[in-house]
């Protein structure tokens, strides 16, 4: 019954070594969304995508970049990870990008640097 | 901008205690209100919801009423299980922003 689904639960990475999170959804939102949540701290907006319209967030670094191929899959890319980067990374939908509409949380890939 | 503001924790109750968690807002117009909690280990999960003032979101035994008056919008429920033991998160939309999250509160509910 997993609506939004996130692969790997568990990412391990090398420093500065690229790294692709994906995540999928059956519910046919529209908009999609990308968080860096660190620990004890609230999610952080990286960008989402309305559609296949693109919005990133100002402060989301370079070194992060996301691709959305079709209405059900979209997927986050660290470049370059640094060890800041490590943190959980979650995907959420909504159907819309209207300010009442719920979103839909993935259970999250943790990310660790070494 | 917008923002929320909830009170800090950790909070730690005994099963069946009465919970309260305070969240004020500041925001330009009446925009909707969400309370969302996540389990260890495990994404976040929209808790209930209020879209306009004096509605009031329940769901799983808690509540929260959207209080224009007040600018709050303060979780509660009436008797915590151990299975409550989760961080919550009060949010809202702002402007170009989807959702703008409060800090969280940590939650621990003891046997």
């Known amino acids: 019954d997993a609506m939004v689904i996130q692969n790997p639960r568990y990412q391990v990475t090398q420093f500065g070594k690229p790294v692709t999170l994906s995540c999928s959804q059956t519910?046919?939102?529209?908009?999609m969304y990308w968080y860096q949540q660190k620990s004890s701290q609230a999610p952080k907006l990286l960008f989402h995508?309305?559609?296949?319209?693109?919005?990133n967030e100002a402060d989301t670094p370079d070194n992060f970049q996301s691709r959305r191929p079709n209405t059900s899959f979209c997927f986050l890319d660290i470049r370059s990870p640094g060890l800041g980067d490590a943190a959980m990374y979650l995907c959420a939908t909504s159907r819309s990008a209207g300010g009442n509409q719920p979103q839909h949380f993935g259970d999250g890939t943790r990310l660790s640097i070494l | 901008g917008d923002s929320v503001t909830q009170m800090e924790g950790p909070v730690t109750l005994s099963e069946e205690a009465f919970l309260t968690i305070n969240c004020t807002y500041t925001a330009t117009g009446y925009p909707s209100l969400f309370w969302y909690v996540q389990y260890p280990g495990e994404g976040l999960q929209l808790l209930l919801k209020a879209t306009k003032a004096d509605d009031k979101g329940s769901n799983k035994g808690f509540e929260a009423t959207y209080r224009k008056e007040t600018t709050s919008f303060h979780l509660e429920k009436g008797s915590v299980q151990v299975s409550d033991s989760a961080v919550y998160f009060c949010a809202l939309p702002s402007g170009n922003t989807p959702l703008v999250f409060g800090k969280g509160t940590r939650l621990s509910v003891i046997a």
């Open positions: 995508y309305y559609d296949k319209d693109f919005n």
């Open positions: 519910l046919n939102h529209n908009v």
